[in-house]
């Protein structure tokens, strides 16, 4: 047995739930990782992620040197490169001096609509919080996003609308109180696996009845009382039938309805053609399963909704989030100890970053950018001069990509983001980023998106800084450093400041004072001045378990559960939705649904999984194909197929396995040597503006062995 030379206390870096970890380092290197039992998130539990999957610090392909591409690179004729060879070591003086240069004169020429920046919910939020804060106080652009574009926006934009406020109301593990509990759109054992695991306790130790309405068998359907199968994209007439049901059968809770909602009245009537009948015919669900889950859920004492991307990522995302929203105004399940509307965040920090402003549309605490008192407060606070910041909305993740022309985005700076992964049709995605003028790439990884850039910032992982972070269930926690920075690598938020001090300098108005931090700690004393979120939060308070925001004042204990006594909006408003297909509906072409998603091993993009040990527990893709679909096309289990849709084409094997639906195939999003992305719809909600990638239409035909994509063509990639 090794004994550690010290053991750092610290927060998971991958997924939201945001377990405890225990970093023991020997001769400083991390060599094994353990969780506090006493930890209120995990009780010492952790996914194999969080236990192994921390050795993408120590791959030979992490960049730790500054870079600039020797070939100069031309808009529209951009190209990846992945190759030591094409890339030029430099000093961190000439690659921030470089950055400077370049931006500055862009923005000098263009004005601040040719400048974006891509924010990171794998950062922490004092480096969120500085990026959005150099962009918008320097550049006076408010083109700034992250990936919650892609992820949670039909939530966030649906709970705005009905409650003004898009956080997950309750604690996660409240599950265990609850007496019943609705999980749709979401896969918790793979992807918030120890929340899964609360879960499954709530079940099997304390008797609470878990409805599942996912078109997969994911493995909580063996948990569950009842499992509805819906076809994709088929939410609201599901969630509108069991509304209708509550309502015809008298469970409406009406003292809850009366004294904390609005538009009652109208909304039940734009129920009456959604009887279960109808929404069988569109779903596929037995019509007594959506009764029996209304009578189920509306019975409860206690009901809880967790919800995920299958509910998120669809062009009426928006409309399906508020169709829930509706079945917890209808039964009054909002407000109390273990019930509410919980979206379960994905990123480790999606909701910090969220929280920091890394949004068009608002400030830090989500003060929207439009409003005048709001620019004010931020002036004041930034040190720039009144009316110098921009009240106008900035373009999202999606459209900033899609503005990257002449006369629209010239400059783009993405920390720890990659589009050429994760966003939809690659192919189109190609051709928007080799339109841009100045690409900057700040991460750990030359990824996909980065292979564009001109000029490299090697980024510390999370285990060489200090910072915080918060989960799912508004918990902010210490990030602690465990370990000296790898090479030249250095954390974010000191490139950040370094950087703004350069740019300052030469837009010609030095003001150095707001950029000169010697901790995060003092960033985040700084963003606590406006956003009262966190206004009582500061490192000291986090020391052991972290507090859930909102803190108002420095001796708030945190708040488990929001809206007891009233919403934001004061009320809560019931939006009626009616139904509105997916937008590239299956047809003799193309007979199958593609719905994408994640596996347990992997994350996004895969720049941290696959270069850690987990790559060898799930090395290569595959496309889950129900048995009966394999029977009638001919299939076989382990099969090289090509599937293709309206936009490309890649060739994977096939899995045969009843957790697929039969008519519905699904692929995960994280390998590039067959990427998902480059078959997905970049439809988009339109009030959301996220992508549809749970919903295309594809086809699937018998291809070679030898037309399988080389299994190394990810690990031959940028050999450093
Ligand atoms: N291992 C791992 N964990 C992760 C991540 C990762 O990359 N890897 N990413 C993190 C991130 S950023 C996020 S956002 C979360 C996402 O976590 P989840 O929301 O669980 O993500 P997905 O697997 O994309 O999709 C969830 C479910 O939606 C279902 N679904 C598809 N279409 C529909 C539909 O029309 N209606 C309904 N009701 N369901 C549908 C799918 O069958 C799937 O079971 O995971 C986080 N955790
Ligand atoms: N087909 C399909 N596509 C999807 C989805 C889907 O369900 N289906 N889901 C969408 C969702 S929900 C999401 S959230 C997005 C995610 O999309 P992205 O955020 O683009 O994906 P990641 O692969 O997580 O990219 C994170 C990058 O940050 C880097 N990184 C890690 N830590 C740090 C750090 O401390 N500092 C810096 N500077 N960099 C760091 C990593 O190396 C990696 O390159 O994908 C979306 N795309
Ligand atoms: S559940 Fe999430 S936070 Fe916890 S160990 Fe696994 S990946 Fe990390
Ligand atoms: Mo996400």
């Given at each position: 047995m090794i004994t550690p030379d010290r053991t750092v206390s610290t927060t998971c870096p991958?997924?939201?739930?945001?377990c405890n970890l225990q970093l023991h380092v020997k001769d400083e290197l991390i060599y094994r990782v353990t969780s506090d039992f006493?930890?209120?998130?995990?009780?010492?539990n952790l996914c194999v992620k969080g236990r192994f999957g921390y050795d993408f610090i120590y791959s030979?392909?992490?960049?730790?040197t500054p870079l600039i591409r020797k070939q100069a690179q031309a808009a529209g004729a951009r190209t990846q490169a992945?190759?030591?060879?094409e890339w030029r070591e430099v000093s961190w003086d000439e690659a921030l001096e470089y950055t400077t240069d370049r931006l500055v004169e862009i923005y000098k020429r263009d004005?601040?609509?040719?400048m974006a920046v891509y924010c990171c919910a794998k950062a922490t939020n004092e480096d969120n919080y500085l990026l959005q804060k150099i962009y918008r106080?320097?550049?006076?652009?408010?083109n700034v996003d992250h990936c919650t574009r892609l992820c949670h926006a039909g939530s966030v934009t649906a709970l705005l609308k009905s409650i003004n406020s898009a956080a997950m109301?309750?604690?996660?593990?409240?599950v265990i109180d609850s007496d019943c509990f609705i999980i749709t759109?979401?896969?918790?054992?793979?992807?918030?696996p120890i929340i899964g695991l609360q879960m499954k306790a709530a079940v099997e130790k304390y008797g609470s009845k878990l409805i599942v309405i996912d078109p997969r068998k994911i493995e909580m359907c063996d948990f569950a009382?009842?499992?509805?199968?819906?076809?994709?994209?088929?939410?609201v007439p599901v969630f509108n039938a069991m509304a209708h049901v509550i309502v015809n059968e008298g469970l409406v809770n009406r003292e809850f309805v009366e004294a904390r909602t609005t538009g009652y009245a109208d909304y039940v009537k734009t129920?009456?053609?959604?009887?279960p009948g109808y929404a069988e015919e569109i779903s596929g669900v037995d019509r007594n399963l959506i009764i029996d889950a209304a009578r189920m859920y509306a019975r409860a004492q206690r009901g809880m909704i967790f919800w995920g991307m299958?509910?998120?990522?669809?062009?009426h995302g928006t409309a399906s989030s508020l169709g829930l929203i509706h079945l917890a105004f209808l039964t009054g399940h909002?407000?109390?100890?273990?019930?509410g509307l919980n979206p379960l965040r994905g990123q480790n920090n999606v909701q910090g970053a969220s929280d920091m402003?890394?949004?068009?549309?608002?400030?830090?605490?989500?003060?929207?950018?439009?409003?005048e008192k709001n620019a004010q407060n931020w002036e004041q606070l930034w040190n720039v001069?009144?009316?110098?910041?921009?009240r106008k909305r900035g373009l999202t993740t999606t459209e900033i990509l899609t503005h990257a022309h002449p006369g629209g985005v010239r400059a783009l700076h993405i920390m720890g983001e990659n589009p050429m992964m994760t966003e939809p049709n690659l192919n189109e995605t190609r051709k928007h980023m080799q339109q841009l003028e100045f690409l900057v790439a700040q991460d750990l990884f030359i990824n996909e998106s980065g292979a564009f850039a001109d000029v490299f910032l090697p980024a510390t992982s999370w285990a060489e800084k200090e910072g915080t972070v918060t989960n799912t269930d508004r918990r902010v926690q210490r990030v602690r450093q465990a370990?000296?920075?790898?090479?030249?690598s250095r954390p974010d938020w000191e490139i950040l400041c370094d950087l703004a001090q350069r740019i300052e300098a030469r837009l010609g108005r030095p003001n150095s004072a707001i950029w000169n931090y010697d901790s995060p700690a003092q960033i985040m004393a700084e963003f606590g001045k406006l956003d009262s979120n966190y206004t009582g939060i500061t490192y000291e308070r986090l020391e052991r378990h972290g507090l859930q925001t909102?803190?108002?004042?420095?001796t708030h204990p945190g708040?488990?559960?929001?809206?007891?006594?009233?919403?934001p909006s004061g009320r809560g408003k019931f939006i009626p939705v009616d139904y509105v297909p997916i937008m590239e509906p299956p047809d003799e072409e193309y007979p199958f649904i593609l719905t994408t998603g994640r596996v347990l091993e992997h994350w996004h993009g895969g720049s941290m999984t696959r270069n850690s040990a987990l790559n060898e527990i799930y090395p290569s893709p595959v496309v889950e194909i129900h048995p009966v679909d394999a029977t009638w096309a001919n299939f076989t289990d382990g099969q090289p197929v090509r599937v293709s849709s309206r936009r490309g084409a890649i060739v994977l094997r096939t899995r045969v396995t009843e957790k697929a639906r039969a008519g519905v195939v699904f692929m995960s999003m994280?390998?590039?040597?067959?990427?998902a992305n480059l078959l997905?719809?970049?439809?988009?909600?339109?009030?959301?503006?996220?992508?549809?990638?749970k919903a295309c239409a594809v086809k699937i035909e018998p291809a070679a062995e030898?037309?399988?994509?080389?299994?190394?063509i990810r690990t031959e990639r940028g050999r450093w």
């Open positions: 991958y997924c939201g739930v945001g006493d930890h209120p998130v995990n009780q010492g030979n392909k992490r960049v730790t992945f190759d030591r060879s004005g601040e609509h040719a106080a320097l550049f006076r652009t408010n109301s309750n604690t996660a593990a409240e759109g979401s896969n918790p054992s793979e992807n918030h009382a009842l499992w509805l199968p819906l076809k994709p994209g088929t939410n129920l009456d053609k959604f009887t299958g509910i998120s990522q669809l062009s909002v407000g109390r100890k273990a019930t402003g890394a949004m068009p549309f608002f400030y830090p605490g989500y003060q929207w950018v439009d409003d001069e009144p009316g110098g910041l921009n370990i000296a920075p790898r090479g030249q909102p803190v108002p004042h420095a708040t488990p559960f929001l809206f007891a006594k009233d919403f994280h390998f590039a040597e067959a990427a997905t719809n970049d439809a988009l909600d339109p009030q959301a503006k996220i992508p549809e990638y030898a037309d399988l994509p080389h299994p190394e």
